[in-house]
Protein backbone atom coordinates (compact mmCIF):
# COMPACT_ATOMS: atom_id res chain seq x y z
CA UNK A 1 0.00 0.00 0.00
CA UNK A 2 1.25 3.88 -1.01
CA UNK A 3 1.56 5.96 1.82
CA UNK A 4 2.86 9.28 2.63
CA UNK A 5 4.31 10.99 5.68
CA UNK A 6 5.15 14.52 6.18
CA UNK A 7 7.09 14.97 9.31
CA UNK A 8 6.70 18.35 10.50
CA UNK A 9 3.31 19.56 11.23
CA UNK A 10 4.31 23.47 11.02
CA UNK A 11 7.88 25.03 10.07
CA UNK A 12 7.84 29.01 10.72
CA UNK A 13 10.57 30.66 8.37
CA UNK A 14 12.01 34.64 8.23
CA UNK A 15 10.71 36.40 4.76
CA UNK A 16 13.80 36.01 2.20
CA UNK A 17 15.12 32.83 4.13
CA UNK A 18 15.12 29.50 2.30
CA UNK A 19 12.79 26.51 3.29
CA UNK A 20 12.84 22.42 2.99
CA UNK A 21 9.50 20.37 3.62
CA UNK A 22 9.85 17.17 3.88
CA UNK A 23 8.56 14.41 2.66
CA UNK A 24 9.14 10.42 2.51
CA UNK A 25 7.13 7.92 1.18
CA UNK A 26 6.33 4.12 0.52
CA UNK A 27 5.22 2.74 -2.84
CA UNK A 28 6.64 -0.58 -4.18
CA UNK A 29 7.70 0.68 -7.32
CA UNK A 30 8.51 3.84 -8.96
CA UNK A 31 6.03 7.03 -7.80
CA UNK A 32 4.29 9.79 -9.31
CA UNK A 33 5.04 12.27 -6.63
CA UNK A 34 3.66 15.73 -6.39
CA UNK A 35 3.70 18.69 -4.22
CA UNK A 36 0.54 20.83 -4.15
CA UNK A 37 -0.18 24.38 -1.88
CA UNK A 38 -2.94 25.31 -0.39
CA UNK A 39 -4.19 28.79 0.40
CA UNK A 40 -6.40 29.47 3.42
CA UNK A 41 -10.71 28.27 2.16
CA UNK A 42 -8.82 27.44 -1.60
CA UNK A 43 -8.83 24.10 -3.26
CA UNK A 44 -5.16 22.79 -4.08
CA UNK A 45 -2.55 23.98 -6.65
CA UNK A 46 -0.22 21.99 -8.59
CA UNK A 47 3.60 23.36 -7.45
CA UNK A 48 5.68 20.44 -8.99
CA UNK A 49 5.84 16.93 -10.17
CA UNK A 50 7.77 13.81 -10.88
CA UNK A 51 7.45 11.17 -13.05
CA UNK A 52 10.87 9.73 -14.23
CA UNK A 53 13.86 11.35 -15.34
CA UNK A 54 15.99 14.37 -13.65
CA UNK A 55 15.28 13.80 -9.82
CA UNK A 56 15.71 17.50 -9.36
CA UNK A 57 12.13 18.97 -10.70
CA UNK A 58 11.45 22.72 -11.16
CA UNK A 59 8.17 24.06 -10.36
CA UNK A 60 6.10 27.23 -10.06
CA UNK A 61 6.95 29.85 -7.63
CA UNK A 62 10.35 29.54 -7.18
CA UNK A 63 10.00 25.57 -5.74
CA UNK A 64 12.16 22.71 -6.76
CA UNK A 65 12.04 19.24 -5.18
CA UNK A 66 14.75 16.54 -5.13
CA UNK A 67 13.78 12.91 -5.77
CA UNK A 68 15.58 10.44 -3.70
CA UNK A 69 15.28 6.74 -4.28
CA UNK A 70 17.81 5.54 -1.77
CA UNK A 71 15.71 7.61 0.81
CA UNK A 72 12.00 6.94 -0.43
CA UNK A 73 12.14 11.37 -0.06
CA UNK A 74 10.77 13.47 -2.14
CA UNK A 75 11.93 16.97 -0.42
CA UNK A 76 10.62 20.62 -1.53
CA UNK A 77 12.81 23.42 -1.31
CA UNK A 78 12.57 27.14 -1.77
CA UNK A 79 15.83 29.11 -1.89
CA UNK A 80 13.87 32.87 -0.60
CA UNK A 81 10.81 32.67 0.84
CA UNK A 82 7.85 35.43 0.33
CA UNK A 83 5.45 36.24 2.67
CA UNK A 84 2.58 35.12 -0.11
CA UNK A 85 4.35 31.31 0.46
CA UNK A 86 2.68 31.18 3.75
CA UNK A 87 0.26 28.26 2.81
CA UNK A 88 -0.55 24.49 3.80
CA UNK A 89 1.80 22.12 1.59
CA UNK A 90 0.64 18.63 0.51
CA UNK A 91 3.42 16.34 -0.58
CA UNK A 92 1.21 13.06 -2.57
CA UNK A 93 1.69 10.24 -4.11
CA UNK A 94 0.16 8.42 -6.90
CA UNK A 95 -0.66 4.81 -8.23
CA UNK A 96 -4.05 4.16 -8.57
CA UNK A 97 -5.28 6.98 -5.98
CA UNK A 98 -3.82 10.07 -4.88
CA UNK A 99 -2.68 9.73 -1.49
CA UNK A 100 -1.85 12.72 0.26
CA UNK A 101 0.58 13.43 3.40
CA UNK A 102 -0.94 15.10 7.13
CA UNK A 103 0.30 18.49 5.25
CA UNK A 104 2.90 20.85 6.55
CA UNK A 105 1.74 24.60 7.59
CA UNK A 106 4.26 27.33 6.62
CA UNK A 107 3.85 30.81 8.13
CA UNK A 108 6.40 33.53 7.07
CA UNK A 109 7.24 36.45 9.53
CA UNK A 110 8.72 39.60 8.80
CA UNK B 1 -4.99 25.20 -19.46
CA UNK B 2 -6.44 21.81 -17.45
CA UNK B 3 -8.78 24.50 -15.27
CA UNK B 4 -11.11 23.23 -12.72
CA UNK B 5 -14.12 24.74 -11.64
CA UNK B 6 -16.34 24.60 -8.58
CA UNK B 7 -19.24 25.57 -7.61
CA UNK B 8 -20.46 27.19 -5.47
CA UNK B 9 -17.94 28.72 -3.36
CA UNK B 10 -19.89 28.44 -0.16
CA UNK B 11 -23.33 27.15 0.73
CA UNK B 12 -25.39 27.65 3.85
CA UNK B 13 -28.48 25.01 4.40
CA UNK B 14 -31.11 24.22 6.97
CA UNK B 15 -30.67 20.70 8.28
CA UNK B 16 -32.56 18.11 6.48
CA UNK B 17 -32.22 19.58 3.04
CA UNK B 18 -29.94 18.84 -0.15
CA UNK B 19 -27.10 20.89 -1.51
CA UNK B 20 -25.83 20.29 -5.25
CA UNK B 21 -21.89 20.83 -5.58
CA UNK B 22 -20.72 21.40 -9.41
CA UNK B 23 -17.40 20.39 -10.74
CA UNK B 24 -16.47 21.37 -14.14
CA UNK B 25 -13.40 21.02 -16.30
CA UNK B 26 -13.21 23.89 -18.19
CA UNK B 27 -10.84 23.64 -21.06
CA UNK B 28 -10.40 19.61 -21.35
CA UNK B 29 -12.78 16.58 -21.11
CA UNK B 30 -12.25 14.65 -17.72
CA UNK B 31 -13.23 10.94 -18.07
CA UNK B 32 -12.25 10.72 -13.83
CA UNK B 33 -13.04 13.09 -11.47
CA UNK B 34 -12.94 12.31 -8.02
CA UNK B 35 -13.84 14.21 -4.91
CA UNK B 36 -12.62 14.47 -0.98
CA UNK B 37 -13.86 15.99 2.02
CA UNK B 38 -11.09 17.99 4.04
CA UNK B 39 -11.77 18.48 7.75
CA UNK B 40 -10.29 21.81 9.69
CA UNK B 41 -6.55 21.46 9.75
CA UNK B 42 -6.19 17.95 8.35
CA UNK B 43 -5.31 17.02 5.09
CA UNK B 44 -7.81 15.25 2.05
CA UNK B 45 -9.68 12.53 2.21
CA UNK B 46 -11.07 10.60 -1.03
CA UNK B 47 -14.75 10.46 -0.92
CA UNK B 48 -15.48 8.82 -4.35
CA UNK B 49 -14.28 8.28 -7.92
CA UNK B 50 -16.66 9.35 -10.59
CA UNK B 51 -16.15 8.21 -13.68
CA UNK B 52 -18.24 9.25 -16.63
CA UNK B 53 -21.22 7.09 -17.99
CA UNK B 54 -20.94 4.57 -14.86
CA UNK B 55 -21.21 4.48 -11.26
CA UNK B 56 -19.41 6.13 -8.90
CA UNK B 57 -16.94 4.51 -6.85
CA UNK B 58 -17.32 5.07 -3.34
CA UNK B 59 -14.30 4.86 -0.52
CA UNK B 60 -15.04 2.41 2.51
CA UNK B 61 -17.59 4.33 4.80
CA UNK B 62 -19.19 6.90 2.40
CA UNK B 63 -22.58 6.84 2.33
CA UNK B 64 -23.72 5.91 -0.98
CA UNK B 65 -26.91 7.22 -0.04
CA UNK B 66 -25.84 10.08 1.50
CA UNK B 67 -23.58 11.49 -0.96
CA UNK B 68 -25.00 11.25 -4.34
CA UNK B 69 -22.32 11.62 -7.35
CA UNK B 70 -23.16 11.75 -10.53
CA UNK B 71 -20.85 12.65 -14.05
CA UNK B 72 -23.34 12.82 -16.94
CA UNK B 73 -20.90 14.10 -19.09
CA UNK B 74 -16.98 14.72 -20.08
CA UNK B 75 -17.15 17.68 -18.14
CA UNK B 76 -19.21 17.67 -15.40
CA UNK B 77 -19.66 15.89 -12.41
CA UNK B 78 -21.65 16.65 -9.40
CA UNK B 79 -22.19 15.67 -5.37
CA UNK B 80 -25.10 15.99 -3.89
CA UNK B 81 -25.14 15.91 -0.11
CA UNK B 82 -28.92 14.59 0.67
CA UNK B 83 -30.91 15.18 3.94
CA UNK B 84 -27.58 17.38 5.27
CA UNK B 85 -26.96 17.69 9.15
CA UNK B 86 -24.76 19.84 10.94
CA UNK B 87 -22.28 16.78 10.88
CA UNK B 88 -21.80 16.48 7.11
CA UNK B 89 -20.21 20.31 7.34
CA UNK B 90 -16.91 20.80 6.02
CA UNK B 91 -14.92 21.62 2.55
CA UNK B 92 -15.41 19.60 0.01
CA UNK B 93 -12.89 19.57 -3.04
CA UNK B 94 -13.69 18.22 -6.18
CA UNK B 95 -10.62 17.25 -8.67
CA UNK B 96 -10.16 15.63 -12.50
CA UNK B 97 -7.49 13.81 -14.38
CA UNK B 98 -5.60 15.68 -16.80
CA UNK B 99 -6.32 15.21 -20.70
CA UNK B 100 -5.14 11.36 -21.39
CA UNK B 101 -2.91 11.21 -24.48
CA UNK B 102 0.35 12.77 -22.53
CA UNK B 103 1.60 12.80 -18.92
CA UNK B 104 -0.97 15.14 -17.90
CA UNK B 105 -3.81 12.31 -17.30
CA UNK B 106 -1.48 11.03 -14.31
CA UNK B 107 -2.32 14.52 -12.08
CA UNK B 108 -5.15 15.99 -10.68
CA UNK B 109 -6.00 19.33 -11.23
CA UNK B 110 -8.42 21.12 -8.19
CA UNK B 111 -10.92 22.94 -7.74
CA UNK B 112 -11.56 26.09 -5.52
CA UNK B 113 -13.69 23.67 -2.96
CA UNK B 114 -16.83 24.60 -1.05
CA UNK B 115 -17.40 25.53 2.00
CA UNK B 116 -20.76 23.47 3.51
CA UNK B 117 -22.29 24.84 6.62
CA UNK B 118 -25.51 23.00 7.61
CA UNK B 119 -27.41 24.78 10.27
Known amino acids: AQSVTQPDIHITVSEGASLELRCNYS??????LFWYVQSPGQGLQLLLK??????LVQGIKGFEAEFKRSQSSFNLRKPSVHWSDAAEYFC????????FGAGTTVTVRA | GAVVSQHPSWVICKSGTSVKIECRSL??????MFWYRQFPKQSLMLMAT?????????EQGVEKDKFLINHASLTLSTLTVTSAHPEDSSFYIC???????????????FGAGTRLSVL
Open chain 1, 50 to 55: YFSGDT
Open chain 1, 92 to 99: AVAALKLS
Open chain 2, 27 to 32: DFQATT
Open chain 2, 50 to 58: SNEGSKATY
Open chain 2, 95 to 109: SARGPTGGVAKNIQY
Open chain 1, 27 to 32: YGATPY
